[in-house]
């Protein structure tokens, strides 16, 4: 079977489960006979437009397989699963803000289209939604449900840690950013919430051991890691089509990704210059964006970083072992580590 498919065939299948858990738990107002359709029109309608629109449902997906990966059902952890895609939804309308983002899944984004007050209020609403659905959810014991209140707030905390030093960087016009630091950040920033965590939710929620809980949490630091820098190198390298207009915007936003900080590190006097020039000067232009991404390649970043991620992939499926793991969830985790790196978009 190719790299990631058996993970793509799992997606497939829990998709109709986690969707259909989102639209029963969808936030609305509870009191619209007093409140009449203002809050809808102005906070529960727009945001559930923009989470209704969400991608493959892949951290919800990594919640029911942690669940099933420590011998558990699927179903045990859909209230963290949801928890988890509302924290994203609320991640991704703040970003967007803070970035000057302008388009997110083929559309304008939220504050654009509704305006940046009530946009940063519907990110709030996810952010608050998070923790309800697991307070709220009668299913999961009292001791289960303070373990994953803990693992949601300091999840937050650490992609806000993250978040904090990408923005800063920016601000600050920083260039003295390692690799090294750049790692720091992502692992921060992407990796807790984009796998560890609902990993190792979805085992607390089936019982797991804490060894277990912990083993899945190290798989997702590192297979998540590799995410974002497999994230990172099509930005630069994958395909335009399917990237769109977010194609090599990276490079307009200054981002300091792995990529570019290998680069800065090892190109020397004019190159270096003409590099941190363009990343500076917010460019558009395809050949001025062409001509940067040659000069990282150049240095040698594209492939160093692609080496990373398979490194990291490869750490990743050692941190399986010897832990107990479902056989069958086991080989889907190992898929979806290489699906990480293989994918496309």
Same mark, same amino acid.
């Given at each position: 079977?190719?790299?990631?498919?058996?993970?793509?065939?799992?997606?497939?299948?829990?998709?109709?489960?986690?969707?259909?858990?989102?639209?029963?738990?969808?936030?609305?107002?509870?009191?619209?006979?007093?409140?009449?359709?203002?809050?809808?029109?102005?906070?529960?309608?727009?945001?559930?437009?923009?989470?209704?629109?969400?991608?493959?449902?892949?951290?919800?997906?990594? =919640?029911?397989?942690?669940?099933?990966?420590?011998?558990?059902?699927?179903?045990?952890?859909?209230?963290?699963?949801?928890?988890?895609?509302?924290?994203?939804?609320?991640?991704?309308?703040?970003?967007?803000?803070?970035?000057?983002?302008?388009?997110?899944?083929?559309?304008? =984004?939220?504050?654009?289209?509704?305006?940046? $007050?009530?946009?940063?209020?519907?990110?709030?609403?996810?952010?608050?939604?998070?923790?309800?659905?697991?307070? +709220?959810?009668?299913?999961?014991?009292?001791?289960?449900?303070?373990?994953?209140? @803990?693992?949601?707030?300091?999840? @937050?905390?650490?992609? !806000?840690?993250? &978040?904090? !030093?990408?923005?800063? #960087?920016?601000? +600050?016009?920083? #260039?003295?950013?390692?690799?090294?630091?750049?790692?720091?950040?992502?692992?921060?920033?992407?990796?807790?919430?984009?796998?560890?965590?609902?990993?190792?939710? $979805?085992?607390?929620?089936?019982?797991?051991?804490?060894?277990?809980?912990?083993?899945?949490?190290?798989?997702?630091?590192?297979?998540?890691?590799?995410? &974002?820098? &497999?994230?990172?190198?099509?930005?630069?390298?994958? +395909?335009?089509?399917? &990237?769109?207009?977010?194609?090599?915007?990276?490079?307009? @936003?200054?981002?300091?990704?792995?990529?570019?900080? #290998?680069?800065?590190? /090892?190109?020397?006097?004019?190159?270096? @210059?003409?590099?941190?020039?363009?990343?500076?000067?917010?460019?558009?232009?395809?050949?001025?964006?062409? /001509?940067?991404?040659?000069?990282?390649?150049?240095?040698?970043?594209?492939?160093?970083?692609?080496?990373?991620?398979?490194?990291?992939?490869?750490?990743?499926?050692?941190?399986?072992?010897?832990?107990?793991?479902?056989?069958?969830?086991?080989?889907?985790?190992?898929?979806?580590?290489?699906?990480?790196?293989?994918?496309? $978009?």
């Amino acid at each position: 079977m190719p790299d990631g498919q058996l993970f793509r065939d799992y997606l497939a299948r829990v998709l109709p489960l986690v969707e259909g858990y989102l639209a029963k738990v969808e936030p609305h107002d509870h009191d619209a006979a007093s409140h009449g359709p203002e809050l809808e029109r102005y906070l529960y309608a727009p945001y559930a437009h923009f989470t209704r629109a969400g991608g493959k449902r892949t951290r919800p997906a990594l =919640c029911l397989l942690g669940a099933e990966a420590v011998g558990g059902r699927a179903e045990a952890a859909l209230p963290v699963a949801a928890a988890i895609e509302h924290f994203q939804s609320a991640a991704l309308i703040h970003d967007d803000i803070a970035d000057e983002g302008e388009t997110r899944r083929g559309e304008p =984004c939220t504050y654009l289209s509704e305006g940046t $007050g009530p946009a940063i209020n519907m990110g709030d609403l996810g952010i608050v939604t998070t923790f309800r659905l697991v307070l +709220d959810d009668g299913s999961l014991g009292a001791d289960t449900r303070l373990r994953l209140l @803990e693992e949601l707030s300091l999840m @937050e905390l650490r992609t !806000l840690e993250g &978040q904090a !030093l990408d923005l800063g #960087w920016v601000r +600050d016009g920083r #260039w003295d950013v390692s690799s090294t630091d750049y790692l720091r950040m992502a692992t921060l920033k992407t990796a807790h919430y984009s796998a560890a965590v609902p990993l190792a939710a $979805g085992a607390v929620c089936a019982g797991g051991s804490e060894r277990q809980v912990e083993a899945l949490r190290a798989f997702g630091l590192d297979a998540g890691l590799a995410f &974002q820098i &497999q994230d990172d190198l099509l930005n630069l390298v994958g +395909d335009s089509v399917a &990237q769109g207009k977010d194609f090599r915007s990276d490079v307009t @936003e200054g981002k300091r990704t792995l990529v570019a900080t #290998w680069a800065l590190e /090892r190109l020397e006097g004019s190159r270096r @210059e003409e590099l941190q020039g363009l990343l500076d000067a917010h460019v558009t232009d395809e050949g001025a964006l062409a /001509r940067a991404v040659l000069l990282m390649d150049e240095a040698g970043a594209v492939e160093h970083a692609r080496s990373v991620a398979r490194e990291l992939v490869a750490r990743a499926k050692g941190r399986l072992e010897g832990v107990g793991l479902e056989d069958g969830p086991h080989e889907t985790l190992r898929s979806m580590a290489d699906f990480f790196v293989e994918r496309r $978009g």
